[in-house]
């Protein structure tokens, strides 16, 4: 089992940046992709971004290219997501993943262990 926490939500103004962390316990860290999706009410989980294991690699969204960026603390077992230039659209509940698989994973199926969520509100 893995266990995941996400912190670092809050309110923000359009414009700002924030960042998220997502820190694990339980099985070993770097065995895992780790992932960032998020949820607004009344919509369907989307993918965010991911990391791989080494922290080398990176996968995004097409969206949110250039504004979000996602990295990894293997010392730390901390995943971050940086988010800047935050627009009221990006308010959402936001969900740390990780996967097993080996690739970095867009699709929620891929994904086995998943935090509760913060909660991200952007103000225009």
């Known amino acids: 089992q893995v266990q995941l926490v996400e912190s670092g939500g809050g309110l923000a103004q359009a414009g700002g940046s924030l960042r998220l962390s997502c820190a694990a316990s339980g099985r070993t860290f770097s065995n895992y992709v780790m992932g960032w999706f998020r949820q607004a009410p009344g919509k369907e989980r989307e993918f965010v971004g991911a990391?791989?294991?080494?922290?080398?690699?990176?996968s995004y969204a097409d969206s949110l290219k250039g504004r979000f960026t996602v990295s990894r603390d293997n010392a730390k077992n901390t995943v971050y997501l940086q988010m800047n230039s935050l627009k009221p659209e990006d308010t959402a509940v936001y969900y740390c993943a990780a996967s097993s698989v080996y690739n970095l994973p867009g699709q929620v199926i891929y994904y086995d262990y998943w935090g509760q969520g913060t909660q991200v509100t952007v103000s225009s």
């Open positions: 990391v791989s294991r080494s922290g080398g690699g990176t």
